[in-house]
């Protein structure tokens, strides 16, 4: 079996390389989260205003 690698072996590396991605993907994860959360509470604050002038 030289030069082969068993089925434990692909498993590591494939949960090590996961694991890899989502620790250097976090940051930009938690940008877009903020940036939504930002755009949501301005969206409810221009339709409350809307609200607010139609009445």
Known sequence: MYG???FPQML????LGV???IY???PIFE?????????KEKTQSVQESLEKKSE
């Open 4 to 6: 082969r690698l068993t």
């Open 31 to 39: 940008q877009y989260s903020r940036d939504q959360k930002i755009l």
């Open 19 to 21: 694991a890899g991605g």
């Open 12 to 15: 590591l590396a494939s949960v």
């Open 24 to 26: 250097i993907y976090q």
